[in-house]
């Protein structure tokens, strides 16, 4: 897993309320909520860099 790095988020109260109650009802922290959004946007945009694949090549 990728290392995680703190950020602080100046954001509008109306839109963090609304982003609470959008992770209360998905059962998700407001911080994973957050980086739900944003890696959906970003894989949606094509600019979420691909996995790297670990695993051996099968014979």
Known sequence: ???KKA????????VLAA?????????RSLNAQIEYVLRDALRKAGRLPKPHDNKEPES
Request: without cysteine; glycine residues 0%.
């Open 7 to 14: 950020y602080p988020l100046r954001i509008n109260a109306d």
């Open 19 to 27: 982003v609470q109650r959008w992770a209360d009802d998905e059962l």
């Open 1 to 3: 897993m990728s290392e």
